[in-house]
């Protein structure tokens, strides 16, 4: 079940009025406003008041996103029931850690946003390979997400985080109330470590797949994520079909991609673009839809 937007009208009377009348509400009936609250190449915000028509329109009982990134479309909706994994190691623990002990990984943001400078930014960012604490990770990680080059995410061959610092005057480190309000969508939220090709598709369940995109950027981990892994993925749809269930990807609009979907509905978007640091490489792009309803 998706959790619906709900809108009130103002509420006359003094502010305690206000929170008994809160109080009396069903608070499962209360959509959390939350936004991602990491900024991860290829998000969806361009793309994602589509998305959501979509996503509900194929929506069934669970819900399943298995390269979760920003998870732009799931903070939108909400899910109740729902599953999400990614292979980066670091992207996982964060969004546990988030979920788990929000107020730990606040701590320690508040720390980096106050230590905040070029040389603390090289010795935190040399720490992410090396902490264990997940609530310490997730600080790291949101820190340098926010202060590192266009918020990209890039590791070399031996899987270490190599993006420079930014040129921000003034980075948002931390945006407390919204990590709140993701800690509190993520309370029910089934989060793991996993590659999509441990996955088994399941009956009544609603995909949402939004892999590293054919002949883009593919650097979130070392093994990078090509052609062979993108037929890899086709078969993991075509399997989703045959047990009933119902996924929507979003992908590249090349050849390739048209031809190892060519047997369901394909939809064309434009879709914004900006990880090049070159301007007249930036701007939309044609992005494909693809569904099996």
């Known amino acids: 079940m998706i959790r619906e937007r709900k809108h009130h009208d103002p509420i006359d ?30 998000g969806k915000r361009s793309a994602l008041p589509h998305l959501t028509e979509q996503a509900k329109v194929g929506f069934t ?5 298995p390269f979760v990134g920003g998870g732009a479309l799931f903070f939108e909706i909400q899910p109740e029931n729902a599953h999400l994994s990614d292979i980066n190691f670091t992207l ?3 969004y546990s850690a988030v979920r788990d002990t929000v107020d730990d990984v606040v701590r320690h943001l508040k720390r980096h946003k106050k230590n905040h400078n070029k040389e603390y930014y090289g010795r935190v960012r040399a720490r992410l390979n090396t902490e264990t604490d997940r609530a310490k990770i997730a600080a790291i990680f949101i820190y340098l997400n926010k202060t590192c080059f266009n918020g990209l995410y890039r590791v070399n061959k031996s899987g270490g985080f190599n993006v420079p610092i930014g040129s921000y005057e003034n980075p948002s480190i931390l945006d407390e109330d ?32 939004d892999p590293p995109y054919h002949t883009t950027y593919s650097q979130y981990n070392g093994a990078g994520f090509g052609k062979e892994e993108h037929e890899k993925l086709a078969d993991f749809c075509n399997e989703i079909n045959k047990v009933g269930s119902y996924f929507l990807l979003s ?5 390739l991609i048209r031809f190892l979907y060519s047997k369901y509905t394909i939809e064309v978007i434009q879709a914004s673009r900006s990880v090049s640091c070159k301007a007249h490489q930036r701007g939309k792009e044609n992005e494909l839809i693809i569904k099996n309803y």
């Open 178 to 209: 919204n990590l709140r309000a993701c800690s509190a969508s993520l309370k029910d939220t089934v989060i793991e470590q996993k590659d999509f090709t441990q996955l088994k598709p399941k009956k009544n369940t609603f995909y949402y797949l």
């Open 92 to 94: 996982i623990a964060t």
């Open 251 to 255: 992908n590249s609009d090349t050849p």
């Open 13 to 42: 009377g003094s502010f305690n009025d206000v929170l008994q009348t809160i109080a009396g509400q069903d608070v499962s009936d209360l959509h959390i406003s939350a936004k991602p609250f990491v900024k991860w190449v290829g």
């Open 61 to 65: 009982g669970y819900y399943c996103e």
